[in-house]
């Protein structure tokens, strides 16, 4: 039994040696070496037209692309989220609560308050010594009536920033009154739609916005500046009462010379501090920011247009 196990293992070990290697036939592996020859060619050949086609299937991709790297798709051409900006704000909440939209701190308390604080100074950091920046190549000052080239952007200064919304007053956080900053998402080739006269003025704006704009148009020689007007209030009838007065820097709103925003270096968004005056204590604040333009659609669902967050002072 054992013979013939160890001749069946003999057997075996005989067949492998000449699959290797057949001296009889001259074969490697089972192949002569034209049989080889003919397979490598054939992949060789194989995989360099595979590889020819991605090339030019990479080359003929690269062509639809924007060397200024824009989209290929922008506002007006796609849905919904394509022709509506959404608004964003800061500070943001803890990592551990990053779905919140709460701001909840211990007024005075330097620790408890740390958080905001660094969030608010993070986010201003570019803005940071910018009036002291020569204009350079792309950055420069710009108005209604000066507007900027096809290659330039407008300088924001953070010495616009007033009252207590400043690195230096810690942002309000250390007193009674905190601020936070708004700004408007980049989109590109999007183009506010401002508006003209009070007429135009939608019948949802709140009233003391209107009364901004008309007292505005009036020292404006009877124009309205071109702006993305900007109004935070109290959504519920109890916030209004709680949320206490309310300031704006530097502008009640986005100026409509900062738009569009085409990818160009230099650019910095515009921001708008909005600073309350004497919240009530203890009480959670349920507050809606809106942007308002007449090509700007407000949806509470989708976050277009405008932004929602809680304020809790203790």
């Not at 740390?114 to 608010?120: D, F, I």
């Not at 400043?166 to 009674?176: D, F, I, L, T, V």
């Not at 009877?222 to 009462?241: L, R, T």
């Not at 309350?276 to 007449?294: G, H, T, Y």
Request: hydrophobic residues 35%.
């Amino acid at each position: 039994m054992a013979d013939a196990y160890m001749k069946k293992a003999g057997d075996r070990d005989t067949t492998f040696k000449t699959f290797v290697w057949n001296s009889e036939t001259k074969q490697f592996l089972g192949r002569t070496g034209s049989s080889w020859f003919k397979i490598g060619v054939f992949y060789i050949i194989f995989y360099a037209c595979l590889a020819g086609f991605f090339a030019i299937m990479m080359a003929v991709f690269y062509q639809t692309l924007d060397t200024n790297h824009l989209p290929k798709y922008t506002p007006g051409d796609g849905g919904s989220l394509l022709r509506n900006p959404a608004m964003g704000f800061r500070p943001l909440p803890r990592a551990e609560n990053v779905e919140s939209t709460l701001i909840w701190y211990k007024n005075g308390d330097n620790d408890d308050i740390k958080h905001w604080v660094e969030q608010l100074n993070d986010f201003i950091k570019p803005y940071e010594g910018t009036s002291a920046k020569t204009s350079g190549q792309h950055v420069t000052d710009c108005s209604e009536s000066k507007l900027p080239g096809p290659e330039e952007v407008c300088r924001f200064e953070d010495e616009w920033l007033t009252d207590k919304c400043q690195k230096a007053e810690k942002w309000g956080y250390n007193r009674e009154s905190p601020c936070i900053i708004l700004k408007l998402n980049k989109m590109i080739k999007w183009i506010p739609d401002v508006y003209e006269s009070m007429d135009e003025l939608p019948e949802k704006m709140p009233k003391l916005l209107k009364d901004h704009i008309e007292k505005r148009m009036a020292e404006n020689g009877g124009k309205i500046p071109k702006m993305i007007w900007v109004s935070c209030e109290g959504e519920n009838p109890a916030d209004q009462e709680y949320i206490g007065p309310i300031r704006y820097s530097p502008w009640h709103g986005f100026p409509a010379y900062y738009f569009p925003y085409m990818h160009t270096p230099g650019y910095l968004p515009p921001i708008v501090a909005v600073q309350f005056d004497q919240p009530m204590s203890n009480v959670l604040i349920n507050i809606e920011c809106r942007a308002w333009a007449k090509n700007i659609i407000h949806d509470r669902q989708n976050r277009l247009g405008l932004v929602h967050f809680e304020l809790l002072k203790d």
